[in-house]
């Protein structure tokens, strides 16, 4: 299969846990993006990587999360010290460059985190 | 800043029946609109994509239409089936932003045997 893949699908932790998740892209894709999603919500916008260089931040990532993506190709979001608030469905999506279907996002299937 | 509303929030149809769902965004200055399926705990698969600049976009039984100036796409579902039932969602791409897609709540299909 060639879409994006993400592990683990689903994370149950206790609060005050690190929990990381990986991504990895289409792999012509360089353009990769982290996404959240609580029930009944749309996903909201977390980061943005071009490559290895992260290119935008939503105010919703708190110095708690940090996401990398050291050679550009998977990336990893990683969650400090979770609290419940954090329990959501984490979304990554990849798409590619160039003038063929500009803009264009493709997902996988999510992770989904419990924070007990 | 820019808002999305989908609506309706849910929709129940019996199969065989063409329906269209609705998107409003209030800032019409996007790059693109695109539309999405989400089935229950599941990831989103792309559908539509629509650049700024396009009206529509086709794709087997569905149409996605854009008008910019009034700040609206339409997602037109022909005959529909069992199999279309999910959540659809539809989401901006800002101008000058091209990472951050704005995304309504969605509506949830129903399509009854």
């Known amino acids: 299969d060639t879409g994006v893949s993400q592990d683990p699908r689903h994370k149950i932790t206790k609060r005050g846990q690190n929990v990381t998740f990986r991504c990895d892209p289409i792999s012509e894709h360089n353009r990769l993006y982290w996404y959240r999603q609580t029930l009944g919500q749309g996903p909201e916008f977390l980061t943005y990587f071009q490559n290895e260089a992260q290119l935008e931040k939503s105010r919703l990532l708190s110095d708690r999360f940090s996401a990398e993506r050291p050679k550009g190709s998977f990336s990893t979001l990683e969650i400090q010290r979770t609290e419940q608030g954090d329990s959501a469905m984490y979304l990554c999506?990849?798409?590619?460059?160039?003038?063929?279907?500009?803009?264009?996002?493709?997902f996988g299937e999510g992770s989904r985190l419990t924070v007990l | 800043k820019q808002e999305v509303t989908q609506i309706p929030a849910a929709l129940s149809v019996p199969e065989g029946e063409n329906l269209v769902l609705n998107c409003s965004f209030t800032?019409?200055?996007?790059?693109?609109l695109q539309w999405f399926r989400q089935d229950p705990g599941k990831g989103l698969t792309s559908l539509l994509l629509i650049q700024s600049s396009q009206r529509e976009q086709t794709s087997g039984r569905l149409n996605a239409s854009l008008d910019k100036s009034s700040g609206r796409s339409t997602l037109y579902i022909a005959a529909s089936q069992p199999g279309d039932s999910a959540t659809y969602l539809c989401?901006?791409?800002?101008?000058?932003?091209?990472?951050?897609?704005?995304f309504g709540k969605g509506t949830k299909l129903s399509v009854k045997p």
């Open positions: 800032d019409s200055a996007i790059y693109n």
């Open positions: 989401a901006v791409n800002l101008s000058g932003s091209q990472g951050n897609l704005i």
């Open positions: 999506a990849s798409s590619p460059t160039g003038t063929w279907v500009a803009g264009e996002l493709f």
